[in-house]
């Protein structure tokens, strides 16, 4: 069993910061790419950022510049740093992961139940 859990959404004022955590545990041998997606109300869920287990990243174009994704792989954590907030920003954060399960050796994507940020003054 694999489990993701977020935090660190919150209520932002436009221009302001806010910082997500989301660390994986469970049955996991190895972890390969990392990200963050999100869901506005009424719209679909869309990419915002991704990290690969080397560090390489990649970011939607709404969010370039603004937002920094990291990780910690000794802690199995994936971070964004959100600067620069838009009221855009707002929606329902999620996190993602693709791992390998440490007793099945199968690659499987997984999802956190997601954090709430609002952007809003």
């Known amino acids: 069993q694999v489990q993701l859990v977020e935090s660190g959404g919150d209520l932002a004022q436009p221009g302001g910061s806010l910082r997500l955590s989301c660390a994986a545990s469970?049955?996991?041998?190895?972890?390969?790419?990392m990200g963050w997606y999100r869901q506005a109300p009424g719209k679909q869920r869309e990419l915002v950022a991704t990290?690969?287990?080397?560090?390489?990243?990649n970011y939607a174009d709404s969010v370039k510049g603004r937002f920094t994704i990291s990780r910690d792989n000794a802690k199995n954590t994936v971070y964004l740093q959100m600067n620069s907030l838009k009221p855009e920003d707002t929606g329902v954060y999620y996190c993602?992961?693709?791992?390998?399960?440490?007793?099945?050796?199968?690659?499987?994507?997984?999802w956190g139940q997601g954090t709430q940020v609002v952007v809003s003054s």
């Open positions: 993602s992961a693709y791992i390998l399960s440490r007793w099945t050796k199968v690659f499987s994507y997984y």
């Open positions: 990290i690969t287990s080397a560090g390489s990243t």
């Open positions: 469970g049955s996991i041998f190895s972890i390969n790419t």
